[in-house]
């Protein structure tokens, strides 16, 4: 099962998950010099039935910025290479240690821990190699590849990702836990956007309301992943839940409460759909995947 074999969208963006996940299978296909227990758990991984929220967030701001989508379509392949590799790590018994993810079993048990690390190991060049190579002209994967690096870095997702593992940073108010996840889930959002917009070389006015979409919907997106994890359904999210509770881990529904929780989320998203005005009509696929984050079930 692709991503693609499941409908979560209108046809128009089924249609972008449809040709994100042809092109990550043909990203995948590597030479014979990768090693075939390799190549399979780097595609076991990549081609498993995510959403593609952040590809689909790339496709849809270069599709609004007026840009080429095949110009686009290898920096939607290169975030989802890095969101891919950080679930592949944050699965490992070293991090969350979790056994299940879209609905199969994790990379490292499939193919062993030292697999399972070279398979997201093997993710990060392979993203900033299609940047550097299949972006055109060179000055836009330029900037794709600045904005990516520091977006995947140790001051955005890595440093969210190890201050969310040490309980000494344990957030317990909403300005340290919006600190962490700005960088640990916001951060990969946003680029997205920002890379779309840079292939279509959009103006800064459009750039800047891309990212405060982007920033909104990233705490939005965490909320609800907070909600889910508390009551949403194994069998639908496809990972284990309730782990947050166990681990008496920090979130949004234990800082704030759940009706609050939700309030907020809702607040991000209409603040999202708000940055995006000077869209007009052209901004509705955006506003429907803010409403999907914040509706999802998965
Ligand atoms: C290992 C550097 C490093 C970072 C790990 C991915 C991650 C950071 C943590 C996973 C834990 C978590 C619940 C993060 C919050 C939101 C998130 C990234 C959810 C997973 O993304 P989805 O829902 O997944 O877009 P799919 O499978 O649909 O692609």
């Known amino acids: 099962m692709t991503a ?29 010099d990768c090693p075939e227990h390799l190549r399979e758990a780097i595609r076991y991984c990549l081609l498993a039935p995510g959403k593609r929220i952040r590809p689909l967030l790339v496709l849809t701001a270069a599709k609004m910025c007026g840009g080429d989508l095949a110009n686009a379509m290898p920096a939607a392949c290169a975030v ?17 240690d979790d056994e299940l993810r879209r609905g199969r079993a994790t990379c490292h048990v499939k193919f062993g ?25 060179a000055e836009i994967a330029n900037q794709c590849i600045t904005r990516l690096a520091l977006a995947s870095g140790p001051t ?20 340290s836990l919006e600190h962490i996840h700005r960088r640990k889930t916001g951060a990969l959002l946003t680029v997205s956007l920002e890379m779309g917009a840079i292939t279509a070389s959009a103006d800064a006015e459009l750039l800047e309301s891309l990212i405060k979409y982007g920033r909104n919907l ?32 920090q979130t949004y529904p234990a800082v704030l409460g759940e009706a609050a929780s939700e309030e907020r989320a809702h607040q991000m998203v209409e603040a999202a759909i708000d940055a995006l005005q000077p869209f007009g009509e052209q901004a509705k696929a955006l506003e429907l995947l803010a409403n999907f984050v914040v509706n999802r079930t998965q």
């Open 113 to 137: 821990e030292a697999t399972a690390i070279l398979a997201g190991d093997s993710l990060i060049p392979m993203a900033f190699g299609i940047l550097a190579h299949d972006i055109q002209p």
């Open 4 to 32: 693609s074999d499941t409908t979560l969208f209108p046809p128009e963006i089924e249609s972008f998950r449809h040709q994100i996940d042809a092109q990550l299978e043909i990203y995948s296909r590597l030479d014979a």
């Open 80 to 96: 989802e290479m890095i969101h891919n590799y950080s679930l592949i790590h944050d699965d490992l018994p070293a991090m969350d």
């Open 218 to 249: 990233g705490l939005a997106f965490q909320i609800v992943d907070d909600l889910l994890d508390l009551r949403g359904s194994q069998a639908k999210m496809g990972k284990r839940i309730g782990k947050d509770a166990a681990l008496g881990k």
């Open 156 to 175: 955005r997702l890595v440093g969210g990702q190890a201050d969310d593992l040490n309980l000494q940073f344990a957030a317990s108010s909403v300005e």
